[in-house]
């Protein structure tokens, strides 16, 4: 049956766009020495330097500053880092000089960010940035063992589950021909964990895909319940940081290796563990990456920085140099897997907490950073948006504008009316929610923003 399911996914894929073409060049490039990968790679970035030199207002402008492209249209990559690093304030006030002018026949969209380091993003994307980040997800799938149409479970979250209902058709049509069963992490209740764990046992997964916090809060409900739990054949986490313990709980409970996967909702997915897990292969042929000190020299292996990233595909909205808000390490050498790709050791950023519940129920980050960005974040009066639970009843959400003059508890009462009522929603209905509007909302003393913060004791 999985392979019915997997032919006419693949037919419709083929119909729709380059996924499948994308997929194949990525294998092609996985496949190659480190010397060709690099030369594919370099390839890729001076065609974008370029695109973006000829049709990107502001990079017409910090280029022709730095010289990175002549006269004659040639790109010299040796003074790649001479470019300004890109921030999301630049991002937010030159929002329309950083489009392409070129007219072409590419649908394009915009894509939210979740705003999980302090300062939420809207990019735009083409269809065709859209079919390289699906390629991928396949890529990296493979590296797990997993093929669509094999039986999945997946742990994430889905607001339209929480807030509107029931899905689509269009979203029942893609589980059913992925094999897939979705289970809403925004609300992780003990009722509701058992009912996920029903679920696993009864669907019997090849694969489980899940947020890192949620699948390990989940692990350890299992483990505290005593709870018998199908193993399925590879679990692959994303959205939050895998710390080695969570790898460690969820391993054990699940007796099966996880595959680390790292990206961001701008620019897709970055890199991911392949089966040695020893590292996260850097994905060359879609994202360049660079892991930065203060002072903006390159780091050396086992060293912590900042991760800045140029993203290779979207030629609608280039990304060049972001800086993307986390710190990485990066690690020496290759890997004995066959694929040439560098490795990031491991991911050090996003520090983000769960928030808990009166009745012991777990509210991932991710629920919060959703709520906030469908409601605020994505408004163009919004800096920056901070969420604090300071006891099991009682949340205070600050927020910063970027007018000043403007008083947001009047001008968007009914907005902030909505983060109440779904905070309450998913804590309860005895929370208590608050609003402050400082001028500014600092970072923490490592210069890390911590986007939602639980100030309870587990």
Known sequence: MHIARRF???????????????????????????????????????????????????????????????????????????????????????????????????????NKSSGSTGEPVKVVWDSDVFDWIMATKILFDDWAGYQVGLPQITLWGSERDLLVGNESIKTKTGRWLRNEVCLNSFYMTPDRMHEFVNAINSHKPVHILAYAGSLYELACFIEREGLPIRSPMSIMTSADTLYPHMREKIEQVFGVRVFNRYGTRETGDIACECKEHNGLHICLPTHFVEILRPDGSPVEPGEEGEVVLTLLTNYSMPLIRYRIGDTAVLKEGLCNCGVSWPLLQHITGRLTDAFIRKDGGIVSSQTLLMILNNCVVVKDWIKKCQCIQEDYDKVCVRITSWDRNCLPQIEYASELLEVKERIKLVMGEDCEVDFEFPDDIPPTPSGKFRYVISNVER
């Open 8 to 110: 006419a996914w693949n037919t419709i894929t083929k119909v729709r766009g380059n996924v499948l073409e994308h997929y194949k060049t990525l294998q092609m490039v996985a496949g190659a020495s480190y010397k060709e990968a690099i030369e594919f790679q370099n390839h890729s970035l001076a065609k974008i330097l370029s695109h973006a030199y000829r049709y990107v207002p502001y990079y017409w402008e910090v280029m022709a500053d730095c010289g990175i492209v002549d006269q004659h249209g040639r790109v010299d990559l040796t003074r790649f880092s001479e470019i300004p690093l890109l921030n999301r304030a630049t991002i937010h006030e030159r929002h329309a000089d950083l489009q392409s002018t070129k007219s072409d026949n590419k649908k394009r969209f915009e």
